[in-house]
């Protein structure tokens, strides 16, 4: 097995980086590929695609970790009735998961050939940041009609579920797209983020078993460890990330995230007509 302590070096960062972006509405996808722009691991383009994607598995396991009680239905501490409310969470959290499912399989490879460029990833980093403050100003006097998860229905769960269609395309954020929505229809920020963080669970599970399918299963030993690495840092971050950003929308807007996506936007803009496009070869 041949892997240099740097790679691993590498491979942490990339997982720190999954760790705080994927929970925040900055979007990760455009961030790791980004970052992957300047700290290359010496792997190849196929297991590289597939890590991008399956890093994410620890943020999800983050997710589990932190909400098992509220998201086991068969716990023993939980009364008929929350149970009961628990079964109904999992059915508006897949029923909310159809539409990116279905767009996602079936315009997957398109997304990876035209929309992975650091130009695509600028632009949505700008254009979802002007969004956020935008739609933070709209509802800047308007009382939530949604603050607690239970009574989110079906069809403003179903709704979010096609903002997360959005988030398809890097640079846009699936949990920023369906922040989003949540908060336009009617949501508070606490339970737009709460029910974005349980939308992901059985999307990203889905997009890892895609991509790990059309990777094959016959890693080297230095892939695996790779892999491992990066899912457990991006696992142990992840819980940071959550954790503060539960706190801190209980007192806070998201106008800060839309501000940090124009800058950083603007500096990637910089960048590309400096430098040019470093995706273009890729």
Not at 5 to 17: E, F, N
Not at 101 to 119: Q, R, S
Not at 165 to 178: C, H, K, Q
């Amino acid at each position: 097995m041949d892997l240099s302590i740097m790679d691993l070096l590498k491979t942490i960062i990339l997982g720190v980086v999954e760790g705080l972006t994927e929970w925040l509405p900055v979007s990760s996808t455009g961030h790791m590929i980004l970052v992957d722009e300047f700290i290359q691991l010496d792997v190849s383009k196929s297991f590289m695609d597939m890590f991008l994607v399956v890093i994410q598995l620890g943020a999800i396991l983050a997710v589990v970790a932190l909400n098992f009680e509220k998201l086991n239905p068969w716990s023993s501490w939980k009364t008929r009735q929350e149970k009961k409310e628990t079964f109904s969470l999992w059915k508006k959290v897949l029923f909310a998961c159809v539409p990116a499912a279905v767009i996602g399989l079936l315009f997957n490879d398109y997304m990876e050939k035209h929309f992975m460029t650091a130009p695509v990833v600028a632009a949505t980093l700008i254009f979802y940041g002007i969004m956020f403050i935008l739609v933070e100003n709209y509802n800047k006097h308007r009382r939530p009609r949604v603050s607690d998860l239970a009574r989110l229905d079906y069809k403003t769960a179903f709704i979010i579920g096609m903002f997360q269609v959005l988030s398809l395309i890097p640079g846009t954020s699936r949990s920023g797209s369906t922040i989003l929505g949540g908060i336009i229809f009617g949501t508070s920020r606490y339970v737009a983020a709460e029910f974005t963080f349980f939308l992901a669970i059985p999307v990203m599970f889905g997009a890892s078993l895609l991509k790990i399918v059309k990777f094959g299963l016959d890693f080297s030993g230095s892939e695996l460890v790779i892999l491992l690495v990066g899912m457990v840092t991006a696992f142990i971050v992840s819980i940071i990330s959550i954790k503060f950003l539960m706190d801190y929308i209980k007192t806070n807007d998201f106008k800060v995230f839309g501000w940090y996506r124009i800058v950083l936007g603007i500096v990637v803009v910089a960048y590309l007509l400096m430098v040019g496009d470093p995706t273009v070869n890729n």
